[in-house]
């Protein structure tokens, strides 16, 4: 699948992601038009279709290229070896920095896909979410040392607490536009430094 798009050369793949992340993420599925992602990506709608059968072909590929790279950066960034959870998610935050400049729109469109009501794709895109974030959360809590943590924490509770905050701010950030990253990094560490406050065992 999708075998003449990966022959493209890299800046004409972008080229054609960022263009359908940019416009599902302004719209609904249904009304996104192809035409409009073909337009943005410098190509016609003909050639779109060439290298995806459908919209859904293209809509998918783009939630799960979110998951891959995801995953693919927090693993290059070493995220998952680390037994502090807090040295863990700080090596995140600069992965998925390092994301955003490469695809701009990616995590707008990330909230608008786990929301989209679409009977055709929104069944795929959950069975597809709970995958890939059991994946993270397993490999995250690995290797990571209980004893960290102040007494009686409910550790697994604590994460998607941490997680979910986490992936609000980035969303709150990259929606006000032209994001500044220092200002975001500068933001992320208040976050961290709160959570470290409750939720790290005193010496």
Known sequence: ??????????????????????????????????????DAAGISKSLLFHYFRNKKELYMFLWDKCA????????KYNCYGQKNL???????MRAKMEIIRLYPDMANFTIKAFYEKDAEISAAVQASYHKYFHLKADKTRLNMDPEQFIPGLDI??????MYWASEGYLWEMVQRGNVDM????????????????????KE
């Open 182 to 201: 220092e200002q975001m990094e500068k933001g992320f560490s208040r976050l961290m430094n709160f959570w470290k406050s409750i939720y790290l065992r």
């Open 1 to 38: 699948m999708n075998e003449r798009f990966f022959s493209l050369p890299a800046e004409k793949q972008q080229a054609i992601i960022n263009a359908g992340y940019r416009v599902f993420s302004q719209n609904s599925y249904k009304n996104s038009p192809v035409s409009e992602i073909a």
């Open 68 to 75: 891959e790279t995801t995953i693919d950066y927090l693993t």
């Open 86 to 92: 807090f040295e863990s998610m700080e090596r995140g």
């Open 156 to 161: 697994p509770m604590m994460y998607r607490e």
